[in-house]
């Protein structure tokens, strides 16, 4: 059976393992950003001129900020703290760059079961060297919000594909998962909370470049502040939560109502509404407690895992509901009584 293959089951664990580190580097990427440390390094791929930055500014030359002032960063100021936090989150974008590596090696062999799984592995690890290269624009460009946004936006596609090629792994289990019970208004909510989420998350983003603009003017000193300078949307952002959490919910329901708590693609949901919540409570502490630092990379991330949940969700409902689908022609091709014609 497919789903004691084990070419497929050596792939899904290297593929996990890989998305899990992701996740965590869009994590510190986010804390990075949080705390101010997104210039801690001011050139790229080196940093302060290094490849291992200094530990103190005495190991710098007397005038490194004519340096970088000439260069553009007439702001840059040596912190210790800010340099290795930026430096610690790109030797961990090196390593998920070989873990994708090591993940496509391991896709080779998965190509006589889906050649899907091969091709969209080889397409992460692709698009974690545009990756590394827009890192390198982000830098160059002074962190300009538009640039950020983008590479975070990458972040996720390359969480998508690499998501797409372990559910196209997976495919022989969800196929073997009956979904014949499962209530017919699922797949119209399915589509509708997927396109509440991509709302929701299109206006976090301008929240979040709002949220750099308003640092830049009023400061980090005045970060409690910060929430009185927003615009309306950033109201319609906090408010939409309950939308997307209740939509959620309903579909939620309809699951377990219909296919019980043990079915995959109940406890993918409960696990996403769980997801959901700390998204909600996150984002209700940025706007009730004068937006915390350390708040904000959890709301990043719990945003981030309500994407990839939903496109898991997604693709693997497709897949048990065509296993179903093709099971149930099969059998009725095996019941066909001899002798009768078939007209194609």
């Known amino acids: 059976m497919e789903t004691d293959n084990p070419t497929l089951k050596r792939y899904r664990r290297m593929a996990w393992i890989t998305i899990a ?4 580097l869009i994590l510190v990427g986010a804390t990075v950003r949080a705390s101010g440390s997104g210039m801690g390094c001011p050139d790229w791929p080196t940093c302060f001129g290094s490849w291992v930055p200094p530990t103190s500014e005495a190991q710098l030359p007397v005038n490194y900020q004519e340096i970088y002032a000439e260069l553009g960063y007439s702001d840059t100021r040596f912190n210790v703290v800010k340099t290795w936090t930026e430096y610690a989150n790109r030797l961990l974008g090196v390593s ?3 873990l994708i590596f090591l993940t496509a090696i391991y896709s080779w062999s998965c190509r006589a079961h889906d050649t899907r799984i091969f091709k969209a592995s080889v397409a992460a690890f692709l698009m974690v060297g545009f990756q590394g290269w827009l890192g390198s624009k982000v830098v160059s460009s002074n962190l300009l919000p538009g640039m950020i946004t983008i590479h975070m936006l990458v972040a996720l596609a390359i969480v998508g594909t690499l998501l797409y090629a372990v559910a196209q792994a997976r495919r022989g289990i969800m196929a073997s998962q009956s979904v014949g019970n499962i209530d017919q208004r699922f797949g119209k ?6 396109g509440l989420t991509v709302l929701q998350v299109a206006m976090g983003t301008q929240v979040r470049e709002m949220t750099d603009f ?4 009023q400061g980090e000193e005045l970060r409690s502040s910060w929430i009185d300078a927003m615009p309306w949307f950033f109201y319609v952002h906090r408010s939409f939560s309950a939308v997307v959490l209740f939509a959620n919910l309903w579909i939620a329901r309809l699951l377990v109502m219909s296919l019980g708590w043990q079915h995959t693609l109940s406890r993918l949901t409960l696990t ?8 909600v409570f996150s984002g209700a502490a940025l706007g ?3 937006m915390p630092a350390l708040v904000q990379p959890t709301h990043l991330l719990a945003a981030s895992l309500l994407f990839g949940l939903q496109f898991l969700i997604w693709m693997s409902y497709r897949h048990s509901r ?3 689908i093709s099971n149930s022609s099969s059998k009725s091709d095996f019941d066909l009584p001899v002798g009768d014609e078939v007209t194609v």
């Open 288 to 290: 009730h407690l004068g």
């Open 272 to 279: 996403m509404i769980c997801v959901i919540g700390a998204a």
């Open 189 to 194: 909510w399915l589509y509708i909370v997927l």
């Open 96 to 98: 998920i760059g070989f």
């Open 322 to 324: 065509d296993g179903n």
């Open 214 to 217: 308003i640092r830049e003017s």
């Open 21 to 24: 580190a992701v996740y965590f």
